[in-house]
T-cell receptor, first 113, second 113 residues
């Protein structure tokens, strides 16, 4: 069965500092990989996705993620965090054929001045 | 173009009642998925519909049901509500079935008393 692990439940980062959110997955083949962000009281917004090809993926809001097959990881990064980046971030995996996303537990990001 | 619209946004029910939630996908999108989000269980897949057919179903009891209409709008129903059904119910749409880019609505917040 596929699974997604986000080891960090909560991360505090200073505005302007870099951010890295970890995501590890368990899946029989290379799944489709996603990062979503959720602001309070809102739905999920897609930041970026990986289906195949270049393992470094660029997304919206200055985020990028790197797929590492050998480590079964898909970590999200941002070089310089803005206060508006405070939110909850979810990593998700999916089988290419089935429309079911398996989400990680999420990482809450707090941005301090 | 308009995003995914979910109604109602908030509702309060009592145990034993039933509830129907509605989702209007992005125009042209034919696939609708539903997810339940709770603090304890996180984001869990409920079902996916494509062209009025349920393609995939998550591990939820039969009290949870859904349907999709010819205009791609979808409804989900929860009968005999339990306290544990209190959650944010998120609907997402995509152009085709399978693991594609999902666009989520803002959700329907259900509180069961």
């Amino acid at each position: 069965a596929q699974s997604v692990t986000q080891p960090d439940i909560h991360i505090t980062v200073s505005e302007g500092a870099s951010l890295e959110l970890r995501c590890n997955y368990s899946y029989g083949a290379t799944p489709y990989l996603f990062w979503y962000v959720q602001s309070p009281g809102q739905g999920l917004q897609l930041l970026l996705k990986y289906f195949s090809g270049d393992t470094l993926v660029q997304g919206i809001k200055g985020f990028e993620a790197e797929f590492k097959r050998s480590q079964s990881s898909f970590n999200l990064r941002k070089p310089s965090v803005h206060w508006s980046d405070a939110a909850e971030y979810f990593c998700a995996v999916a089988s290419p054929s089935w429309g079911k996303l398996q989400f990680g537990a999420g990482t809450q990001v707090v941005v301090t001045p | 173009k308009a995003g995914v619209t979910q109604t109602p946004r908030y509702l309060i029910k009592t145990r034993g009642q039933q509830v129907t939630l509605s989702c209007s996908p992005i125009s042209g999108h034919r696939s609708v998925s539903w997810y339940q989000q709770t603090p304890g269980q996180g984001l869990q897949f409920l079902f996916e519909y494509f062209s009025e057919t349920q393609r995939n179903k998550g591990n939820f009891p039969g009290r949870f049901s859904g349907r999709q209409f010819s205009n791609s709008r979808s409804e989900m129903n929860v009968s005999t509500l339990e306290l544990g059904d209190s959650a944010l119910y998120l609907c997402a749409s995509s152009y085709s079935a399978g693991a594609n880019v999902l666009t989520f609505g803002a959700g329907s917040r259900l509180t069961v008393l």
